[in-house]
């Protein structure tokens, strides 16, 4: 057991947590903060995505232990007063969801897309999109919406 | 999968038959081999450490010697459970042959995986039991070649 | 904006998702919650000697280890598959026995023989390992036609040489002397490859039994809770139907793969019965590769026979279907009434016959996956017209044209009277989108780049909807497949609509509402639509076979035709006018050609109230209906797919793939295109990247998303989607279904395309850059 201290969603949290907690059970299991799922175990699909000090993570492959101090943004934790932020904003304007089970974590890592290249000043084209978007596994949509949504967000972020 | 090798062994036939059914030569020949134990004549258990890819799995494991035509040729038989990592097979078809004061060895070997070992790690299966099958025979060769440098690998 | 029929209305059940309060069935955590891990085999096929529970039990935290004896001592039944299919030689389906837990032998990797309950999810899996289960390993066989080789090991004593059906449809004879006097015969040997559908939520189950009630509750990731708790009871006597309440809350897409009661669930009701705890079992995705049902697997040879003109006289295809270890639910069904039923494609075919060899063997259990047999008949039907073409030297829309079937009704020699279609206009709107004028242009650009360009066609059609309940039951179906619906006029006029289609992706909430919404002129946020809880909904036959618009949304209108009825007869009789006068707009209930009217929500209250209702009336205002289809309903279509190669590496991209679907009216166009979008997406998984592989010895290789290759967003392209629809005349809205088209349509349109680059048609599916290079450096 080691007491992990992170800010989830601007909250300080503190738990006592085993060693081996990975950070996608630490939230769903200890915190039950469910928004963030576990599609795979093999760190492939990205369902799990979070961001962890601001940048995309797979929470399935980070230890809880190992980020004491982190600053931790789920899908949760997005949306601002009730407003919902433009990348989930983006999502139901181009039917970017079916299921809803891969969007928590296709919208965490497109909303870290925009961010990196914009800061890097690169153009974030549907082709970049789709490279992006290689560590996330969507079995409803044929990516297509969702490849407009991101498209759609970044022009508004 | 098989595979297949030929060693020459600077030692009689005789002497490498008898080092081929010495439970304390497998024991530093076999990768990875933690402890052996001679069961009977023909049967061993033993405890062998092997890394698939990202599957690193404790054997716990049963080594049978069959078809035996002394001195020329055997086939050795190790089937070993890997807990929830799964399961491994494999066998060997090794005979000797006396080339003067030399032997020849040969051998054809098959090596099956199951369980998770097969679903998570199957690209790796065939480069592993290649590898294992060589390291073995190749530590044979270097210890009745000179038994006394300690084998590496 | 109008949110009626046609209308592009954004999702109302988005928000929950986006946000990250979508409730699934792994959210779900019981006051108490134990949890299970199941013993799997690491061998396809194995005697079980004895199973030493002994070092699991010692574990702190073990509840309990159970096994299958335990399971069937309990008087808990074997799974079922639930329709019957004949031999031609009358003889019933061979199925062997399956047991949620097994008891004698295991049969693939991954048959469960035991399972830990404990007080944690991570306790039980380690404590699942402690479990000894002392194995003799028996000789296995994973591919269907050395399954019925001579010699092969035997999976189930009642099923000699693997054999569970032998069976046939159409004129043998007939279709045989029309192939020897055809004046050009196609022949083809065509693989359809086995596919796991993942649906990225894994399946899960959460079961909760109370002894003081004797009731259970069992939260699960299913497609149709109804028929879950139907065959929960009925089959496997885990508890009467009225003790036991299944829920499937969101669920993450099925694909079909959450259609069946697999033994996960049975498991674990019966556990917590036993152990007295709420238990909860979460697949991880390895678990996933080896218990969810897998697809396809159906090897064929088929002959084409045609006329001096091109006219298709005769088509004969053999198929061997490889059906896993067990019967699943539906699978017998798949490759006859789903696949056979669809060999006359859209074209007019006089005689065709096909046998089908049903085969077990020591894989994972293989069921219907999104299309269900279907795609299996267009990939053949529609790489036999293409290669006929090239064969032929005809252009291969025109060779399409010149066998489809234009006047409807149309019976088939093979069971199926297609109700309506325009296949041309499908066509020449594929064609027209797709510029294939400017093909020949595009061809030359790319060859001076040094890559191979080709195109490929698919015209398609499918039967959806799965009915009449009569006509299936008198072909061995044990259910019947209606739905139904109830409306609920609350007295405030909003309105609750109970559906027993399931929704998981499809977007019922937002195009069910849309229906209601319009029919009695009210806002379309003072609908809700409930769904997926045995306890809320009255029944439901639930969500496969692209039925939830032809079939749930009928059910709907039934019911909505009542509640209509029973609202003008309140206002006839509140504002003094005939019936026959009423009308509902504008949010009011009016008296045509007068100012006498009465608010939408004044009318339930009236009915609520019952102050002044008509005599003899019942107060309320809340109908339910159940509709069972006249027919099939058949969905259409033509895709064009075009594709460039590179010839060194065999590397292919799809660069261009337009489709025109015919779906009958479409409700809302977005969620449509959208379901078109995911099915092409899988269709073009199972054309170039997906397959499971099992060795000779029954391993399975592909376990993992490291090894079995699911379509990513870069392997993909923009789709472009376009709609000709002839109205079907056998349901009130005139709706086909559009759920399966796209996994159907498109991967003979991809090989075409491919095949067409390369100029060799021996290419199978996957069409992996590594085979597309074989095949290319085979035909140099």
């Known amino acids: 057991m080691t007491k992990i201290s992170m800010n989830v969603n601007g909250k300080a949290v503190s738990r006592d947590v085993p060693d081996e907690t990975l950070l996608s059970d630490y939230l769903r299991e200890h915190l039950r903060l469910t928004g963030t799922h576990v599609g795979c175990d093999t760190s492939q699909c990205g369902a799990c995505v979070v961001h962890v000090n601001g940048r995309a993570v797979k929470s399935c492959s980070a230890l809880a232990a190992s980020l004491e101090g982190a600053e931790v943004t789920t899908i949760e934790g997005i949306a601002q007063n009730g407003e919902l932020h433009p990348m989930q904003q983006a999502f139901t304007d181009h039917h970017g969801l079916q299921c809803g089970f891969c969007t928590p974590g296709m919208i965490m890592t497109g909303v870290d897309m925009v961010n990196r290249y914009k800061a890097e000043g690169r153009d974030l084209t549907t082709d970049a999109i789709r490279h992006e978007l290689e560590g996330n596994i969507c079995r409803c949509t044929g990516y297509h919406n969702i490849v407009r949504a991101v498209e759609d967000a970044a022009a508004k972020m | ?153 | 904006m109008s949110t009626g029929i046609g209308a592009r209305v954004k999702r109302k059940e988005d928000k929950r998702f986006i946000t990250g309060k979508g409730k699934y069935t792994d959210d779900v955590r019981s006051e108490n919650q134990a949890y299970a891990a199941f013993v799997r085999s690491p061998h396809a096929h194995a005697k079980i000697k004895g199973i030493d529970k002994s070092a699991a039990l010692a574990m702190e935290g073990v509840i309990d280890v159970l096994d299958g004896h335990q399971l069937t001592g309990d008087g808990i039944g074997n799974i079922i598959c639930g329709w019957a299919i004949t031999s031609k030689d009358g003889s019933a389906m061979n199925m062997g026995a399956w047991s949620a837990l097994a008891t004698e032998k295991v049969r693939y990797v991954g048959d469960a023989a035991a399972v830990v309950i404990a007080e944690t999810q991570a306790l039980a899996r380690i404590a699942a390992e402690a479990v000894e289960v002392d194995y003799e390993v028996l000789p296995a066989v994973s591919n269907a036609k050395k399954a019925l080789a001579d010699g092969a090991p035997e999976i189930h004593d009642n099923a000699p040489g693997n054999l569970i059906y032998d069976w046939e449809i159409g004129e043998e004879a007939a279709t045989d002397a029309a192939l020897s006097e055809a004046a050009h015969v196609t022949e083809m040997e065509i693989t359809n490859n086995r596919l796991s559908p993942n649906p990225m939520e894994p399946r899960s189950a959460v079961a909760t039994y109370d002894a003081a009630e004797e009731h259970y509750t069992l939260y699960t990731t299913s497609q149709n809770p109804h028929v879950a708790r139907l065959v929960l009871s009925a089959f496997y006597q885990v508890a009467p139907e009225h003790k036991l309440r299944v829920i499937a809350p969101d669920v993450g897409g099925g694909f079909g793969s959450k259609i069946y009661i697999y033994p996960e669930e049975i498991t674990c009701l019966w556990a917590s019965m036993k152990t007295n705890r709420s238990v909860k079992w979460t697949s991880d995705r390895s678990e996933a590769f080896i218990t969810d049902a897998h697809g396809r697997d159906h090897i064929s040879t088929a002959k084409m026979g045609f006329d001096a003109d091109g006219r298709i006289t005769g088509f004969k295809v053999d198929t061997i279907a490889n059906f896993g270890a067990y019967m699943s639910l539906f699978s017998s069904a798949v490759p006859t009434y789903l696949y056979a039923t669809l060999l006359s494609g859209q074209y007019d075919i006089q005689n065709i016959h096909c046998n089908v060899r049903a085969v077990y063997t020591n894989t994972v259990p293989v069921d219907a996956y999104r299309g269900a047999g279907r795609p299996e008949a267009c990939y053949l039907i529609e790489r036999m017209m293409e290669t006929a073409a090239r064969e032929m030297g005809k252009d291969p829309s025109e060779l399409r044209r010149a066998n489809f079937v234009r006047e409807f009704p149309h019976q088939t020699p093979v069971i199926m009277a297609y109700d309506a279609g325009d296949f041309d206009a499908n066509l020449d709107q594929a064609r027209e989108a797709a510029d294939v004028a400017g093909f020949p242009a595009r061809k030359e650009e790319a060859a001076k780049r040094g890559k191979l360009r080709g195109l490929g066609y698919s015209s398609y059609i499918e039967a959806c909807g799965i009915a009449p309940s009569a006509a299936v039951g008198s072909l061995g179906a044990g259910v019947g497949l209606w739905e139904s619906a109830e409306v609920r006029v609350n007295p405030v006029g909003t309105i609750e609509i109970l559906t027993g289609s399931h929704s998981h992706g499809q977007g019922h909430e937002t195009t069910f509402a849309q229906i209601v919404a319009e029919r009695f002129s009210i806002p379309i946020e003072n609908v809700s639509i409930v769904h997926g809880d045995t306890d809320k909904v009255q029944f439901g036959m639930g969500t496969y076979g692209s039925r939830s618009g032809a079939v749930g949304m009928s059910a709907i209108v039934k019911a909505m035709d009542k509640v209509e009825a029973k609202v003008r007869k309140i206002a006839a009789h509140v504002l003094e006018a005939s019936e026959d006068d009423i009308v509902i707009e504008g949010g009011e209930v009016k008296v045509k050609g007068t100012d006498k009217a009465m608010g939408w929500h004044e009318v339930g209250l009236s009915a609520y109230t019952a102050h002044n209702l008509p005599p003899d009336m019942e107060p309320g205002l809340k109908e339910s209906a159940f509709y069972d289809p006249a027919n099939f309903t058949f969905p259409a279509g033509a895709y064009i797919c075009e594709v460039e190669v590179d010839p060194e590496t065999g590397v292919t991209e799809i660069v261009r793939f337009t489709a025109s679907d015919d779906f009958g009216t479409i409700i809302n166009p977005m969620i449509v295109e959208g379901q078109v979008h995911g099915g092409i997406a899988q269709g073009i998984g199972q054309a170039m990247l997906e397959q499971v592989v099992y060795d000779d010895d029954g391993q399975l290789i592909t376990g993992s998303y490291m090894d079995y290759t699911m379509p990513r967003a870069a392997d993909l392209p923009f789709y472009d989607v376009h709609h000709a629809s002839t109205i079907c005349p056998n349901n009130p809205l005139g709706m086909k279904g559009c759920g399966e088209a796209g996994a159907i349509g498109s991967p003979p349109a991809v090989i075409n395309a491919i095949t067409d680059a390369i100029g060799s048609n021996t290419l199978a599916m996957p069409a992996t850059p590594h085979a597309v290079w074989s095949a290319l450096q085979a035909a140099q």
């Open chain 2, 1 to 153: 999968m098989d595979m297949t090798g030929e060693y020459r062994i600077a030692a009689p036939r005789d002497a490498v038959w008898a080092a081929l059914n010495d439970v304390d030569v497998l024991e530093v020949c076999i990768p990875g081999c933690e402890e052996i134990h001679q069961d009977s004549p023909t049967t061993m258990t033993a405890k062998v450490v092997q890394k698939i890819g990202p599957v690193k799995a404790r054997f716990d494991g049963a080594i049978e010697l069959l078809n035996i035509e002394a001195p020329a040729s055997y086939t050795i038989k190790g089937e070993g459970q890997g807990g929830v990592a799964g399961f491994a097979k494999g066998s060997a078809d090794v005979t000797l042959e006396e080339d003067g004061d030399e032997t020849v060895l040969r051998y054809e070997a098959r090596a099956q995986v199951g369980g998770k070992l097969a679903r998570l790690g199957s690209r790796l299966i065939d480069a592993t039991a290649k590898k294992v099958a060589t390291q073995f025979f190749n530590n044979f060769q270097q210890h009745l070649n000179d038994p006394d440098p300690p084998e590496d690998g």
